[in-house]
């Protein structure tokens, strides 16, 4: 199981950071990402990583805004919010896959049930 904490209201310009949780004692096996949905949108790529966190991948769109690490020793996945916008605002996913591959187009397995970021203006 995963389970995603740290959203909330932030304003433009503001930082959150979100956090993801695994019950799963083999949380060092799966590369993990966070996605974003808005109402009526296709769910979209944010953010993966890497077994041991050695490789990362971020939405270009982001524009270096947000950064993904993990702490194996916790069973934590992190995404760091910089510089919030009010098009961040989305409910955010923490995912993760059995799978090797590129981050941003493995399938993902195992799904949190997410936690809403909204951001004003």
């Known amino acids: 199981q995963l389970a995603e904490s740290g959203g909330g209201l932030a304003q433009a310009g503001g930082s959150l950071r979100l956090s993801c949780v695994a019950t799963d004692r083999t949380f060092s096996a799966y590369q993990m990402g966070w996605f974003r949905q808005v109402p009526g949108k296709a769910r979209e790529f944010v953010a993966g990583?890497?077994?041991?966190?050695?490789?990362?991948d971020h939405a270009d769109s982001l524009q270096g805004r947000f950064a993904i690490s993990r702490d194996n020793t916790k069973n934590a996945l992190y995404l760091q919010m910089n510089s919030l916008k009010p098009e961040d605002t989305a409910v955010y996913y923490c995912?993760?896959?059995?799978?090797?591959?590129?981050?941003?187009?493995?399938?993902?397995?195992?799904w949190g049930r997410g936690t809403q970021v909204t951001v004003s203006s």
């Open positions: 990583i890497d077994w041991t966190g050695g490789t990362t």
């Open positions: 995912a993760a896959s059995r799978y090797s591959g590129t981050l941003r187009d493995i399938p993902y397995d195992y």
